[in-house]
């Protein structure tokens, strides 16, 4: 048995022991306590022993993974070191035979394209020549189409751009004739519907006017009438007491209700 599972029974024990009554003592097994004690002292150097034979091991083994990481890192850096220099090597070859390779075919392109732009030049000049030639043959007879199709097409131009005009002058100028008619339709209107109002009260006033005065005429009409028929009455009268003192004759009751009919 190891020392730490030694130790647990010791804890086991204490946890175990009765408390003292009126104190913070425990009572345990002193003899078990002390057997163990002798175990882990009997068991302790055989631990410390194997502690230390595990802590040399890692020792020994963290110094061979530092040799083996420094010989492996020595190695690769000489193997880097090869392949970089096996492979300049190889770059520095590679650039020489491109630089001469590329020096050729350079040489034979400018060579080729001499002959090539030295051949292209003698075609054109005789192609120049040949259609010179025929250009001088055709000038005459074309020259004339070109000037007719130029001049037709001008004016077609010059007439679709006329007839454009025209129409957008004509849309122009009928929305300005329909605009001025309807500004014109709308004051008639206005100057219709004023005058027609303004008439309406003159007529009105001229109606009213006509009532008062003819009121006016009949009442001052019946004013005469009355008046005429008051003086009438009284001349009536006076004629009747002339007579009546010329004659002295008395008239009877019935004699002035007819006088008076």
Not at 47 to 53: F, I, V
């Amino acid at each position: 048995m190891n020392v730490e599972k030694l130790l647990d029974q010791i804890e086991d024990i204490i946890d175990a022991g009765s408390k003292v009554p009126f104190s913070n003592k425990t009572g345990i097994e002193a003899d078990a306590v002390r057997d163990i004690i002798t175990q882990i002292r009997t068991n302790l150097p055989a631990e410390l022993t194997q502690a230390k034979s595990v802590l040399a091991d890692r020792n020994n083994l963290l110094v061979k993974a530092k040799n083996e990481a420094v010989n492996a890192v020595t190695s690769a850096q000489e193997k880097s070191r090869a392949l970089i220099s096996t492979a300049e090597d190889r770059v520095r070859d590679l650039v020489l035979k491109t630089e001469n390779y590329s020096k050729n075919k350079i040489e034979e392109a400018e060579n080729q394209a001499r002959r090539i732009i030295e051949e292209a030049n003698e075609e054109a000049k005789s192609i120049r020549a040949t259609a010179q030639m025929e250009a001088s043959a055709m000038v005459e007879s074309s020259e004339i189409v070109i000037q007719s199709k130029a001049t037709a097409e001008m004016y077609v131009r010059s007439a679709q751009e006329d007839a454009t005009s025209m129409l957008e002058g004509a849309k122009a100028q009928a929305e300005n004739v329909i605009n001025a008619a309807n500004e014109q339709a709308a004051r008639t209107m206005e100057d219709a519907r004023v005058r027609a109002d303004e008439a309406i009260d003159k007529a009105n006033k001229w109606s009213a006017e006509i009532r008062v005065a003819a009121g006016d005429f009949i009442e001052e009409i019946m004013e005469k009438a009355n008046t005429a028929i008051g003086n009438s009455y009284n001349e009536i009268q006076a004629a009747r007491a002339s007579i009546r003192g010329v004659t002295s004759r008395v008239e009877t009751p019935e004699e002035v209700a007819a006088t008076e009919e």
